[in-house]
């Protein structure tokens, strides 16, 4: 699996911007540490992490016909907004070139939308969080949550997704139904 980590990182020195890789190399140190703390492999966390934003500088034209090849089927939000389905497509990219495990595939897949699944996999939620909690990110509760993610994960997990449902909304942008699925599980079977 180191292999697959230094190959990702060749790959995103070709594929991704610089503002992108800084934005990347973060999210791979919060996802170390959190991996340490919640006692999940290291490796895997920077894996999801290196591999999560692959696609994200690629144009997002490109993404509906690579959704295709890949299989997928796409929903009207995906379609209006296709930058939405970078994750997707990295992860099915990587488990075809190096048949990464299904918890890192999952955590890549839904890393934009957030999912029920997220709450039997700790390497997605670690991703999930890590997303919008490395050092580079700046904006109001931050380091609450940063805070909040060493101490209680499930809280942290539960107040981000929270947190991109309230802003989504009040920009008046699409919800992606994975987002809705994930937190209507949370209210359900978790609270
Ligand atoms: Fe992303
Ligand atoms: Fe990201």
Redesign the pocket.
């Known amino acids: 699996m180191e292999t697959i980590k230094e190959e990702i990182k060749e790959l995103l020195n070709k594929l991704v911007s610089p503002y992108r890789l800084k934005?990347?190399m973060g999210?791979a140190y919060m996802s170390k540490i959190l991996a340490n703390l919640y006692g999940v492999s290291e490796l895997k966390a920077e894996i999801a992490a290196f591999g999560?934003?692959l696609f994200?500088d690629v144009k997002p034209y490109r993404f509906l016909n690579m959704a295709k090849s890949y299989g997928l089927e796409l929903s009207k939000v995906e379609v209006k907004n296709p930058i939405l389905l970078h994750g997707k497509i990295a992860a099915e990219f990587l488990k075809k070139k190096y048949n990464i495990c299904n918890d890192i595939y999952e955590a890549i897949y839904f890393?934009t939308s957030g999912c029920k699944c997220f709450n039997t996999n700790i390497i997605g939620k670690i991703l999930f969080i890590s997303?919008s909690i490395e050092p580079t990110r700046n904006y109001e509760n931050v380091e609450y949550l940063r805070e909040l993610a060493k101490r209680d994960i499930e809280k942290a997990y539960i107040e981000i997704l929270k947190n991109k449902i309230i802003y989504a909304i009040e920009k008046k942008h699409l919800l992606l139904y994975e987002t809705v699925e994930a937190w209507n599980y949370n209210i359900m079977e978790v609270e």
């Open positions: 934005h990347i999210v999560h934003d994200r890393h997303d």
